[in-house]
């Protein structure tokens, strides 16, 4: 190379150093071509057990994020070219040097065209899990066969999940954060948990760190191992009673089906530890239907179906009325067809100030008349 060109070279690779200590868990892989003639020879910055390691030739060790820098400059005023391609999670990044001078380029680092099928899927709406890009996460959360079409037996469940990340997406982006931070309570399978890490790094291009929560030693360990399978190192799985479980400051607060009361723990910790935003899609709802007194529909009640979804309406209700109590702004819309899951309803909540007098009379006085103490007020008092 020309001693000339070596100062920029050195310049592009402090941008890569740089990038690779800020993005640690998302860095994929670096290779790096030193031409000479008809002459290469090849370097690898790999990350096995999250320890980067670079290798050249019979050269072979642990580096940091400058230590590869320096490595390089070492090796490049002996060859005529290079060309460097390093690889993280949503983005390619080319550095080319050679006797026309040195030059840099950003690809987005999405996988392929759109495929034939994938333009059948995408007839009725833009998918933002398209199985062409997101392939490697589709098949290790087991809704994508090897030949890449999505199992006829988990449609429903991809379409709730896409729903999901369309919906939430305004949450997300409101977040003023550096990092989002995602707590998923009750996770299970953690569908969410992966499809959320997927969106907001490879989709979004924001940073982000996932974690999982779940009291079943089974599912955490699955999640783990899924976790593993697909290089995500920006995401935690815990095995906790989210009664007893308060992180701190999550951006966001999630929770996908968790049955009963687990939707109110999953509520109550993010009110409790400050969430700024909380997404929750409730399940069943059988705390208040012996209890709750109805003033002027008794004679509804008394057929029990009439009495469920009554108790439905009225458990979500007073939720909202609690989250708005506390300082935050609430949506509540269906997000996906009855005909994928019955139970669609997504509560999203904002924070977006204190205490709201009004809505606290308004919940206090709709406990009263239904003379209940449903479980969102116990889980979100302070446990500290």
Do not use: W
């Amino acid at each position: 190379m020309k001693k000339t060109d070596l100062p920029k070279l050195r310049v592009f690779l402090s941008g890569i150093s740089s990038r690779l200590a800020e993005n640690a868990d998302y860095f994929i892989s670096c290779t790096v071509e030193f031409r000479s003639g008809a002459k290469t020879m090849k370097a690898a910055l790999t990350c096995p057990d999250g320890t980067l390691l670079y290798t050249f030739g019979a050269e072979r060790g642990p580096v940091d994020a400058a230590g590869f820098a320096d490595a390089v400059m070492r090796a490049a005023p002996a060859y005529d070219g290079l060309t460097l391609t390093y690889r993280e999670r949503g983005a390619v990044i080319l550095i080319e040097a050679d006797d026309r001078g040195v030059r840099t380029k950003r690809t987005s680092g999405e996988a392929g065209e759109t495929s034939a099928h994938d333009a059948h899927l995408l007839s009725e709406r833009d998918y933002i899990l398209r199985p062409s890009q997101a392939a490697p996460l589709l098949r290790a959360i087991g809704l994508l066969t090897e030949d890449g079409k999505l199992r006829n037996d988990k449609i429903r469940k991809f379409n709730q999940i896409d729903a999901f990340l369309t919906r939430v997406r305004p949450l997300i982006e409101s977040i003023d954060a550096e990092t989002v931070s995602v707590l998923d309570c009750a996770c299970g399978k953690s569908y969410l948990s992966f499809a959320l890490n997927y969106f907001i790094r490879d989709v979004l291009h924001r940073k982000c760190f996932i974690t999982g929560v779940d009291i079943s030693e089974g599912v955490i360990r699955e999640s783990r191992r899924i976790a593993d399978e697909l290089g995500y190192r920006n995401m935690e799985f815990l095995c906790r009673d989210l009664r007893e479980y308060t992180p701190e400051h999550p951006s966001l607060v999630l929770s996908l089906h968790a049955c009963d009361t687990a939707t109110d723990m999953a509520l109550g910790l993010g009110i409790r530890s400050g969430a700024q935003a909380i997404a929750c899609v409730p399940c069943c709802h059988k705390e208040l239907l012996d209890s709750f007194r109805a003033p002027g529909v008794d004679a509804f009640t008394r057929h029990g179906i009439l009495r469920a979804r009554l108790c439905d309406v009225l458990t979500d209700g007073l939720r909202v009325l609690k989250l708005e109590s506390l300082g935050y702004e609430t949506s509540v819309v269906e997000f996906v067809s009855p005909v994928d899951t019955p139970k669609n309803l997504l509560i999203t909540a904002r924070k977006t100030g204190g205490e709201n007098p009004r809505a606290k009379k308004e919940y206090d006085d709709m406990c009263a008349a239904m003379g209940v103490f449903p479980a969102i007020e116990q889980y979100s008092m302070c446990l500290n």
